[in-house]
Structure formats: C-alpha cells, structure tokens
C-alpha cells in the first residue's frame, strides 16, 4: 500500500521560513509528477508546486521567488522550502503523487498525504 507522508509544518511570524518534506512508501515502481497543494479555510485546495521526474517545476504566482520545489528520485521525497511566508500562505499543505506501481505498470495512480498545517501569523 501506497503512503505519503508529510512533515515540517508548523507557526513561524510573518517573514519566517520553513521546510516541508513528503516521503512516499510502497510498491512504487516510479513516480512523474509530485506536488504540493494547499487548502486554506473556506477556499477550495490550490496547486502551490509542482516537479516532474526531470526536475521541470511550476509555480502558481502568488509563491514565485518565494518557494522552491525540489525532488530526491532515489529516495522518492519531495521537499517544499518557503520564505518570507506570508499571513495568506497559512493553509493545509498537501503532498501529491502519480506513482506507477509495481504490477500495474500500463498506468499511473494519484496519491495524496494527510496534509500539514502551515501558519504565518504574528
């Protein structure tokens, strides 16, 4: 069975920084695409990141320059590292992966974590 999980949430000022990581587990035979989510209160879950296997990434506006994306493919994690985090950044994060597994390989499964609290707030 296939899991993801998050850790590196947390409360940091307006300004402050922080590191979310995302470690997949399972019978994973490669994984494309992996990406970082957020739904904050009230508003429907948006995509923050997003990296494929070879490294290309995509940001959604609101976190250029700010955050940054990066993938380990051997030890099949993705991190998200954000600074001068904002009073708006404060959501749930969630990792996302399409996983090809070992016995299924004529096509991808999407698999989300449980999600991790972020908040910017004085």
């Known amino acids: 069975q296939v899991q993801l999980v998050e850790s590196g949430g947390g409360k940091v000022q307006p300004g402050g920084s922080l590191r979310l990581s995302c470690a997949a587990s399972?019978?994973?035979?490669?994984?494309?695409?992996m990406a970082w989510y957020r739904q904050a209160p009230g508003k429907q879950r948006e995509l923050v990141a997003t990296i494929t296997s070879d490294g290309s990434t995509l940001y959604a506006d609101s976190v250029k320059g700010r955050f940054t994306i990066s993938r380990d493919n051997s030890e099949n994690t993705v991190a998200l590292q954000m600074n001068s985090l904002e009073p708006e950044d404060t959501a749930v994060y969630y990792c996302?992966?399409?996983?090809?597994?070992?016995?299924?390989?004529?096509?991808?499964?999407?698999?989300w974590g449980q999600g991790t609290q972020v908040t910017a707030s004085s």
């Open positions: 996302n992966a399409e996983i090809r597994l070992w016995g299924q390989l004529t096509s991808t499964l999407n698999y």
């Open positions: 399972g019978p994973i035979f490669s994984i494309n695409a």
